[in-house]
């Protein structure tokens, strides 16, 4: 129950509250150049919306296999996902963000996407963040129970689907790219453990590999610059005085959709080996 209200709360609850008032907290468009190489691809929205009952199905893994057992790693795992919402939260507090999505209205899937999210809350992207938390949160548990070997198969599995989501969500058009390396830098300042810079890394190469589109010059271009961008994130965080900080200043370099916001709306730019100009 703690988790349902934490997830009704943060984030239907506060960006309804924020499309019903407008102008009480910035809302920056965080769209990048990047976005238009990859492909709007309406078929992706399976597995887009299959993002709650992913994490569900991890639930049913302990049950089925560990038994009452399971029962102590299930409920540590769904407390997680709903301590996930409020640290995202902290973000959107402080300015909110959307991106371009197409209008598209020829699936019933997409009429519930737009009836149910009214798509101020981007920047940090909870969809990934709830994902690499299922997969770090899946194997960590399954080697804190000497399975790690035993279970190799079913953690890349989850591994995969995560990636599969997270691409989704560019193929559909809710997310940016700088969506994605914002969820990875708020899922190691969340739990660095389960998710440290090498991890990081190492989820980026896996994206868009063997697609025909984007195909594998852009794919590149793609994940060099998520790893930029989340590389220059954790170097920010590091002097930063709150682990949002780098997130709500880059934020508010954005062009700014939000009445009565004064900020500086000069687009971002990656410096070569740096950040935001």
Same mark, same amino acid.
């Given at each position: 129950?703690?988790?349902?209200?934490?997830?009704?709360?943060?984030?239907?609850?506060?960006?309804?509250?924020?499309?019903?008032?407008?102008?009480?907290?910035?809302?920056?468009?965080? +769209?990048?150049?990047?976005?238009?190489?990859?492909?709007?691809?309406?078929?992706?929205?399976?597995?887009?919306?299959? =993002?709650?009952? =992913?994490?569900?199905?991890?639930?049913?893994?302990?049950?089925?296999?560990?038994?009452?057992?399971?029962?102590?790693?299930?409920?540590? =795992?769904?407390?997680?996902?709903?301590?996930?919402?409020?640290?995202?939260? #902290?973000?959107?507090?402080?300015?909110?963000?959307?991106?371009?999505?197409?209008?598209?209205? %020829?699936?019933?899937?997409?009429?519930?996407?737009? %009836?149910?999210?009214?798509?101020?809350?981007? @920047?940090?992207?909870?969809?990934?963040?709830?994902?690499?938390?299922?997969?770090?949160?899946?194997?960590?548990?399954?080697?804190?129970?000497?399975?790690?070997?035993?279970?190799?198969?079913?953690?890349? #599995?989850?591994?995969?689907?995560?990636?599969? @989501?997270? #691409? %989704?969500?560019?193929?559909?058009?809710?997310?940016?790219?700088?969506?994605?390396?914002?969820?990875?830098?708020?899922?190691?300042?969340? +739990? !660095?453990?389960?998710?440290?810079?090498?991890?990081?890394?190492?989820?980026?190469?896996?994206?868009?590999?063997?697609?025909?589109?984007?195909?594998? #010059?852009?794919? $590149?271009?793609?994940?060099?610059? @998520?790893?930029?961008?989340?590389?220059?994130?954790?170097?920010?965080?590091?002097?930063?005085?709150?682990?949002?900080? !780098?997130?709500? +200043?880059?934020?508010?370099?954005? !062009?700014?959709?939000?009445? $009565?916001?004064?900020?500086?709306?000069?687009?971002?730019?990656?410096?070569?080996?740096? $950040?935001?100009?």
């Amino acid at each position: 129950m703690d988790c349902i209200k934490s997830i009704f709360y943060n984030f239907f609850f506060r960006q309804f509250r924020a499309a019903l008032f407008p102008g009480r907290i910035p809302v920056s468009s965080v +769209d990048h150049p990047l976005d238009e190489k990859i492909p709007f691809a309406p078929s992706w929205v399976g597995i887009y919306l299959d =993002f709650i009952a =992913f994490w569900v199905r991890i639930l049913g893994f302990f049950r089925t296999h560990y038994r009452r057992r399971g029962i102590k790693p299930a409920l540590g =795992f769904i407390k997680t996902i709903g301590r996930l919402y409020a640290f995202a939260a #902290e973000t959107y507090t402080k300015n909110l963000s959307t991106t371009k999505r197409p209008r598209y209205l %020829a699936h019933p899937r997409f009429l519930l996407i737009h %009836a149910v999210d009214p798509h101020l809350m981007c @920047i940090p992207s909870l969809h990934v963040m709830v994902v690499i938390s299922a997969y770090t949160q899946f194997r960590s548990i399954l080697r804190a129970r000497g399975d790690g070997e035993r279970f190799a198969p079913q953690i890349e #599995e989850i591994r995969r689907g995560a990636l599969n @989501i997270t #691409e %989704a969500i560019l193929y559909v058009k809710q997310h940016s790219v700088n969506c994605i390396a914002a969820a990875m830098y708020a899922m190691t300042c969340f +739990d !660095p453990v389960l998710f440290p810079q090498t991890e990081g890394a190492d989820l980026v190469s896996r994206l868009f590999r063997g697609t025909k589109n984007p195909g594998p #010059e852009d794919a $590149g271009i793609i994940r060099g610059h @998520i790893l930029d961008l989340y590389r220059y994130f954790l170097e920010a965080g590091n002097s930063a005085d709150t682990w949002e900080k !780098p997130l709500v +200043d880059f934020l508010r370099f954005q !062009p700014q959709r939000a009445a $009565g916001y004064n900020g500086r709306k000069a687009r971002y730019k990656l410096r070569e080996k740096s $950040g935001p100009a």
